[in-house]
């Protein structure tokens, strides 16, 4: 790998993956902010990528048959350096398979119901009219988070990883644990999740990754006043775009 990957990005917990992912694996990358705050996610040379105008979203130069390839979504994004490197991906059917199983529960329960947790609880509007329905959202999902920590925490009974060696399942899931909003989850009632998060953050790829995030941080929503709400009529205001 002669060329840097490209890492279409921003430092939420689905940005982090990939900067993870290629810390672990030694691949050069090159970041290229996408400030999803500011609107640069509906770009046309963004959505030329990444068309459910969603980072992070890669092009590797270097890809199949030597030809530049462009990915979007996290975890195909994982896979396929996973399969480019021989790393952090079993090769074996069966092993793979597991880790699989638990790329696929990351990305289709645990991010996406802890992303709507986050959203209830922490940027719902106060003015609905109804409150009925913004506290249902912020327990429904409250709720449905605390289930799939308790998901993890038993996988993780007896093991140092999701599923026994660290794979691209721990890098998919890990910065979702990381990046919580701690109101209403008591993380000690997850012992093996709490252990787990400590034993990830300890390595030291984890931490290069983590550090590239800080370059980036005090922008987008973590503002007050009006940029920050311009920032959420882009985000939360969204419908088809034709």
């Known amino acids: 790998m002669t060329s840097p990957i490209e890492i279409h990005y921003w430092p939420t ?8 992912a ?20 509906f770009k046309p040379e963004f959505l030329a990528i990444s068309p459910n105008n969603r980072m992070p979203a890669i092009i590797d130069p270097d890809g199949p048959g030597g ?6 979504e996290s975890g195909a994004i994982l896979q396929y350096l996973g ?28 991010g996406p119901n802890a992303g709507q947790r986050n959203h209830f609880r922490n940027y719902a509007p106060s003015f609905i009219l109804d409150q009925r329905q913004v506290a249902y959202g912020a327990i429904r999902y409250t709720n449905e988070v605390n289930r799939l920590y308790g998901v993890l925490d038993g996988q993780l009974k007896g093991r140092d990883f999701i599923t ?3 794979t691209i399942a721990d890098m998919i899931t890990w910065p ?22 400590a034993r990830v953050e300890g390595r030291e790829a984890v931490g290069r990754a983590m550090a590239r995030a800080r370059d980036f941080m005090g922008t987008g929503l973590q503002g007050q006043g009006a940029q920050s709400q311009a920032a ?11």
């Not at 030809?67 to 979007?72: D, G, L, Q, T």
């Not at 399969?83 to 638990?102: A, C, H, I, S």
């Not at 990046?179 to 252990?195: M, Y």
């Not at 959420?232 to 034709?242: D, K, N, Y």
């Open 67 to 72: 030809e530049p390839i462009a990915i979007f």
């Open 22 to 41: 290629c810390e672990e694996m030694g691949i050069p990358y090159e970041i290229k902010p996408v400030n999803i705050g500011r609107g640069d996610q």
């Open 83 to 110: 399969r480019k490197t021989g790393l952090f991906y079993p090769q074996g059917e069966r092993e793979r398979v597991k880790v699989d199983e638990w790329v696929f529960w990351q990305m289709a329960n645990f």
């Open 232 to 242: 959420r009529s882009v985000l939360f205001g969204q419908r088809a775009r034709h």
């Open 176 to 197: 979702w644990v990381a990046g919580r909003s701690t109101s209403a989850l008591d993380i000690d009632e997850f012992p093996n999740v709490k252990a787990w998060h």
């Open 13 to 20: 917990p689905n940005g982090h993956k990939v900067t993870i």
């Open 164 to 166: 026994g060696e660290y």
